[in-house]
């Protein structure tokens, strides 16, 4: 069965950098969207970075834009979100999610495949 697994996530301090990864199986990303979301408690999930394989698009909401960046390695079969610059308000569970397209979205429920998440916590 198909499996994202996150992992990087942890506690760093406002300014800093993070790299998350996430480790596919069941699927090949290099056939499908990948995308990065987060949720805050108490707030919906909100679309931080995707990336398309037919096209090499990515796009990025104006919150992280030239902050984050999405890659992905398909010889590894693995996706990576860089963040540098981390603010407070980037604390979140971050997902990983793929979808079975050549088409870029942004909705969370586009996405047909999850990871459980990765905790990052940002201090002031």
């Known amino acids: 069965q198909v499996q994202l697994v996150e992992s990087g996530g942890g506690l760093v301090q406002a300014g800093g950098s993070l790299r998350l990864s996430c480790a596919a199986s069941?699927?090949?990303?290099?056939?499908?969207?990948m995308g990065w979301f987060r949720q805050a408690p108490g707030k919906e999930r909100e679309f931080v970075a995707a990336?398309?394989?037919?096209?090499?698009?990515?796009d990025y909401p104006d919150s992280v834009k030239g902050r984050f960046t999405i890659t992905r390695d398909n010889a590894k079969n693995m996706v990576y979100l860089q963040m540098n610059s981390l603010k407070p308000e980037d604390t979140a569970v971050y997902y990983c999610?793929?979808?079975?397209?050549?088409?870029?979205?942004?909705?969370?429920?586009?996405?047909?495949?999850w990871g459980q998440g990765t905790q990052v916590t940002v201090s002031s």
């Open positions: 069941g699927l090949t990303i290099s056939r499908n969207l």
């Open positions: 990336s398309t394989w037919a096209s090499s698009q990515t």
């Open positions: 999610a793929a979808d079975n397209s050549v088409i870029l979205y942004t909705s969370w429920y586009a996405y047909d495949y």
